[in-house]
């Protein structure tokens, strides 16, 4: 992925923590903030949902 | 009563094809041992596809295309058939004629370098004439490809204020049948852009700080001062293509991956900045070998024409 310039591994930053990236990648002249912005385009925070919850719950309970 | 010759029985028909084709001034020469099947040039645009895509195969590969530039002037040199005559006088043909060509083309000194390396050996020649006709050959299963031909390459001289010089690269046509018996063409309508050759760009390292690497992309030449770096014009789009780069580590012909974690293109040093992970960089040893998109992949970026040459060098 491209962010500002620099083009980012994918598929290694999703093996990193946002903290272990940024520690990686800070010589690029991006702030922490920019950073953690491209970690997170590239390895997206996932909710659950409250409707999923309740699917993955039952599932259980009739095991 | 007429006279009968059995030789006629095995002779052809003679009907002329008015819109049949014929050799047209050659434009551009293309080297190389690609062979195309019926399946592909049933049609010219398959056939067309299948040529551009040989052209921007990487060096090294088997049926790679190579297009030569521009012709700007052809001298036939046809050696002519030769005839011998009995002690009583009657004259035959012991031997066909060999068809060749000089032909000078665009060049300089830089590609000089590259045409060199095609002297004096036998290569498979398409020729590309002013009618848009591509002229081959048939081998035996019907596939259209090159005919074999003799190739020396001659290097321009200095001019002298009169002629009009330039290189010159010659042919020579091994077997006569295949100008006749197995000629082949296929018309095609390529652009002026398709029948271009790649420019071999070499990464070289320059300097790194622990494990972010400086890498430069230069075209050597002959102008020992100015080798032509791609990366004002590429840089950016090169860099973009992280997911085509791929590097290893090790002692000789490195084997060990080594991740690559990100590229950027630094235009005030004309470098690659290349960032590798630290772990495994921190444990490798000997040398590290950077492999770059292939010239395919650098024409999906908009990196046109080009092929980045791997680097191997010594963990700094």
Redo the contacts between chains.
């Keep these: 992925m491209?962010y500002n310039?620099?083009?980012?591994?994918?598929n290694?930053?999703k093996t990193k923590t946002v903290e272990e990236f940024i520690a990686?990648?800070g010589?690029?002249g991006l702030t922490d903030k920019q950073l953690k912005e491209a970690y997170y385009l590239m390895c997206p925070k996932v909710k659950k949902s409250a409707e999923a919850k309740e699917i993955v719950e039952s599932q259980l309970g009739s095991e | 009563m007429s006279q009968h010759s059995e030789c006629a029985v095995t002779s052809a028909n003679t009907a002329y094809k008015q819109c049949g084709a014929e050799r047209k001034t050659p434009v551009q020469l293309i080297f190389g041992s690609a062979s195309f099947a019926a399946g592909t040039y049933s049609t010219t645009a398959a056939l067309k596809t299948a040529i551009i895509d040989k052209i921007k195969q990487a060096i090294g590969t088997s049926d790679k295309l190579f297009p030569i530039p521009v012709i700007l002037d052809v001298k036939d040199a046809t050696v002519s058939a030769k005839k011998a005559s009995f002690g009583l006088g009657l004259e035959i043909q012991v031997q066909r004629a060999k068809q060749g060509y000089d032909f000078l083309i665009k060049s300089n000194s830089d590609l000089e370098k590259e045409l060199i390396k095609f002297d004096g050996k036998i290569i498979p020649t398409l020729i590309f004439d002013d009618h848009n006709q591509l002229w081959g050959k048939f081998d035996t299963d019907l596939n259209f490809e090159g005919a074999d031909y003799m190739v020396n390459v001659t290097p321009k001289g200095y001019d002298d204020g009169n002629g009009a010089f330039s290189t010159m690269v010659s042919i020579r046509l091994i077997d006569s049948r295949d100008f006749v018996e197995n000629a082949a063409m296929a018309k095609i309508e390529f652009a002026s852009d398709d029948l271009v050759g790649l420019l071999s760009v070499n990464l070289a390292y320059v300097s790194h700080s622990t494990n972010v690497h400086k890498i430069s992309m230069k075209a050597a030449g002959v102008d020992i001062n100015n080798p032509y770096s791609v990366g004002p014009l590429y840089g950016t789009e090169i860099a973009a293509l992280i997911a085509n780069f791929s590097a290893k580590s090790g002692a000789g012909t490195p084997t060990t991956s080594l991740a690559i974690t990100s590229i950027t293109y630094n235009s005030s040093e004309d470098v690659l900045v290349v960032t590798y992970d630290n772990t495994a960089y921190g444990t490798a040893t000997g040398n590290i070998k950077l492999i770059p998109p292939n010239p395919t992949q650098l024409d999906g970026g908009d990196v046109a024409e080009t092929e980045l040459i791997a680097v191997t060098y010594a963990k700094p």
């Design positions: 491209n310039g620099v083009s980012f591994n994918e290694w930053a990686h990648e010589h690029h």
